[in-house]
């Protein structure tokens, strides 16, 4: 098993803490806001944020233009259908379940590295797949269910959780000549041009003044997970070990779950419960590398 150095260590804690924590924080904010426009101005305050980081390392702006097809693909595989799915799925989930259901990134790319990077799936990965739908199938129990229900809305974090993946998949091999910084601001100010088209599309009569708490959460999300998180995750995803990303995918899940529970007092039923082990059993079993005999 490979050892993190102290700087994959630097990164990996706090974005683990910062994203498990925004679950609660970014239902706060889509509880006010229609959905889209939460996110789009959370994008749109995190840009400066990282424009001033590039100026202060002296970085490039500039990608070469035979780059940019590159370019766009990775920005909607890693951000675009991510950031729209997930954000109108939390308006009509818990916190907590959004966030297990988003954390299948994992066995998703799995099954993606297999199918399409040629990518060999062991019987213990394929037993981990198998545990991640049983534990999908808990999740929706309350959602079928209930009155209430939202079945569609649970296949919407999936849709972004497997996008999300293939995009993971297509980071890990990018041969872009530019630094994880200059790629972080492309792929967060040409998500933010998205989500504000779609939002002036979609909801622009429910556009209004945020309240406090949908402010707190937009500079939240504007600057530590747009300024920091997704850097972070960035340049982890470009050369991470296995052990880093499932310590980090591991946690995310639960903090949110907790997190919900603790900030919004979201229930957690006993399906809730076994799904989120289920997910962590899929996780482990994808992402913790085999022992070796000797």
Known sequence: METLTRRQWALLIPLTIAWGINWPIMKLGVSDLPPLAFRALSLWLGVPVLIAVLLVMRLP???????????LWLSATNMFVWHVCIIIA???LSG????????TMPVFSAILGALLFNTRLSARAWMGVAAAALGVAFLL?????????????????LV????????TQLLRRTQLPVPTLTLSFWMTTLTA???GALSALAERADWHMPGPAAWGAI????????G???????????????????????????????????????????????????????????????????
């Open 61 to 71: 702006f500039r990608v070469p233009r035979r780059h940019w097809p590159e370019l």
């Open 90 to 92: 939390l308006r009509h």
């Open 96 to 103: 907590g379940r959004a966030a297990i259901l988003g954390y």
């Open 141 to 157: 129990w309350h959602e079928f269910t209930g009155l209430a229900g939202s079945p569609g809305f649970v296949a919407l974090a």
């Open 160 to 167: 972004a959780a497997a996008t999300w993946a293939l995009g």
């Open 193 to 195: 041009i998205v989500m």
């Open 219 to 226: 500079v939240y999300n504007a600057v530590v997970i747009f």
């Open 228 to 294: 920091f998180a997704h850097v972070a995750w960035f340049v982890l995803a470009r050369g991470l070990p296995p052990v880093a990303s499932t310590i980090s995918v591991m946690m995310i899940p639960v903090l949110g779950v907790l997190s919900s529970a603790l900030w919004l007092g979201e229930a957690i039923y006993w399906q809730d419960w076994l799904a989120m082990a289920l997910l962590m059993v899929a996780i482990a079993a994808v992402l913790l590398p085999a022992r070796t005999k000797g």
